[in-house]
């Protein structure tokens, strides 16, 4: 019962945000503002959550944010950095009970993944994460890259000028 209202809850949320998208469209909302004279959107996510429900919605708006940029003239230049618990979600072999209790997120994860990594987005995961966790590196998503350490990866984008993005 209580998984399936959690489905519904997202389900919910998702098209509340296709909706909120469309009439924001329609009503001429923007970000105008806030990208005025920007070319190129240099953005670094640190994504660390315990929950592939929530790495799979957030993996979606991501996308958004990314088709969001283009379509306002902007080339977004995104760097996602796995750290944390949420590496297990990003496997080809995912635990068997993650994997039965989260067939659906899981698969939402490798398709915003393949996505992502097909309009260019680096995508890196943490090395010292999926020793923690005991994740196979050989077994990460295609199209994502095993680093030695997230944070240093966190670091060294941010003084090459990308911007952080939080996201909790």
């Not at 996510?45 to 003239?73: C, E, S, W």
């Not at 923690?132 to 199209?143: A, E, M, S, W, Y």
């Amino acid at each position: 019962m209580r998984i399936r209202v959690v489905q519904q809850f997202w389900l919910l949320a998702v098209m509340y945000c296709m909706t909120g998208a469309a009439t924001a469209e329609r009503a001429g909302i923007n970000d105008a503002a806030a990208l005025a004279g920007l070319k190129v959107g240099k953005g670094v996510f640190l994504i660390d959550f315990t929950n592939p429900k929530k790495t799979a919605f957030y993996l979606d708006v991501i996308r958004g944010t990314h088709a969001g940029m283009l379509k306002q003239g902007v080339e977004p230049d995104f760097v996602l950095v796995f750290i944390g618990k949420t590496v297990a979600f990003l496997t080809t072999e995912p635990g068997e009970k993650l994997a039965r209790n989260n067939q659906a997120q899981l698969e939402s994860i490798a398709t915003s993944v393949a996505a992502l990594s097909e309009a260019g987005v680096r995508m890196e995961v943490c090395a010292v994460a999926t020793e923690v966790f005991g994740i196979d590196n050989d077994t990460i998503l295609p199209g994502m890259d095993v680093v030695g350490d997230g944070f240093i990866s966190l670091i060294g984008w941010q003084n090459q000028g990308y911007k952080l993005v939080p996201i909790f």
